[in-house]
C-alpha cells in the first residue's frame, strides 16, 4: 500500500516568509509524528499527534512553529516569519497506535527540503 | 537523560570487507527500544531493526547482525561482506517511557558509510 507522503519535495523561500508543509500518513495510522534534521545531523523530534490533538509538542523551537491535523489524517506543519536556521529537511512518520506492550512502528516519509536564503 | 551517541562520523571500506557500525545511548529508564535505519541518497528513513530493553538475544538477517549488550548500553550493527549498495547513512535510536506516551525517537547524528568497488 502507499506510503507516508509529503509535499512539496522541495522548498525554497525568502527570509521572513511563511510555509506550509504538508504530510500524507499512511491510510489508518492514527499516531503521527513531525521531525526536522539538519545537515548531518539526526531527526530531531518536533510535535506528536494523536488523533487529531497534538499530544507533544515539546519538540517546536519556538512559537513560529505550529503544526495541524484537524480531521486526523493530513498535517501540515506552519512555519511564520522564516529564517535561515530553520533550512533543514522536515520528516513525517505515521504508525498505529496500538495498546502497550506493543510498539507502535513509525514509518517515515521521503521529507521536505526546506531553503531559506 | 536521553542520549545516542555514534562516535563514527564516517567509515570507508572496500567491497567485501566486514564492518561493524557502534552505537551507544544513555537513558534512566528500564522499558526502551533501539533501532537502527538506513538512509540512502534518496533521503527516506529505511527501518533495518528494533530491539527491546528485555531482548538482549543478538540477531542476524542475512548480512546484517546486531549486538545488544546492556551492560556497556551498546547496540552495535555490523555489515557482512559489504555491498556498493550499503552505501548510505546509518542512524542509531532510543525510544524509552521517559518519552512519554509518544514514542518519540531519539537519534544519534549517524554513521556514514562508503562502500567503495
Known amino acids: 500500500g502507499a506510503g507516508v507522503s509529503q509535499t512539496p519535495s522541495n522548498k525554497v523561500t525568502e527570509k521572513g516568509k511563511y510555509v506550509e508543509l504538508r504530510c500524507d500518513p499512511i491510510s489508518g495510522h492514527t499516531a503521527l509524528y513531525w521531525y526536522r534534521q539538519s545537515l548531518g545531523q539526526g531527526p530531531e523530534f518536533l510535535i506528536y499527534f494523536q488523533g487529531t490533538g497534538a499530544a507533544d509538542d515539546s519538540g517546536l523551537p519556538n512559537d513560529r512553529f505550529f503544526a495541524v491535523r484537524p480531521e486526523g489524517s493530513v498535517s501540515t506543519l506552519k512555519i511564520q516569519r522564516t529564517e535561515r536556521g530553520d533550512s533543514a529537511v522536515y520528516l513525517c512518520?505515521?504508525?498505529?497506535?496500538?495498546?502497550?506492550?506493543?510498539?507502535?512502528?513509525?514509518?517515515f516519509g521521503p521529507g521536505t527540503r526546506l531553503t531559506v536564503l | 537523560a536521553q542520549k545516542v551517541t555514534q562516535a563514527q562520523t564516517e567509515i570507508s571500506v572496500v567491497e567485501k570487507e566486514d564492518v561493524t557500525l557502534d552505537c551507544v545511548y544513555e537513558?534512566?529508564?528500564?522499558?526502551?527500544?533501539l533501532f537502527w535505519y538506513k538512509q540512502p541518497p534518496s533521503g527516506e528513513l529505511v527501518f533495518l531493526i528494533r530491539?527491546?530493553?528485555?531482548?538482549?538475544q543478538n540477531e542476524i538477517s542475512g548480512r546484517y547482525s546486531w549486538n545488544f549488550q546492556k551492560s556497556t548500553s551498546s547496540f552495535n550493527f555490523t555489515i557482512t561482506a559489504s555491498q556498493v549498495v550499503d552505501s548510505a547513512v546509518y542512524f542509531c535510536?532510543?525510544?524509552?517511557?521517559?518519552?512519554?506516551?509518544?514514542?518519540?525517537?531519539?537519534f544519534g547524528t549517524g554513521t556514514l558509510l562508503a562502500v567503495q568497488p
Open positions: 530491539r527491546n530493553s528485555f531482548d538482549e
Open positions: 535510536a532510543l525510544s524509552d517511557r521517559y518519552g512519554g506516551a509518544t514514542n518519540k525517537l531519539i
Open positions: 537513558t534512566r529508564d528500564t522499558t526502551y527500544y
Open positions: 512518520a505515521s504508525s498505529l497506535d496500538l495498546d502497550a506492550p506493543s510498539y507502535n512502528e513509525q514509518f
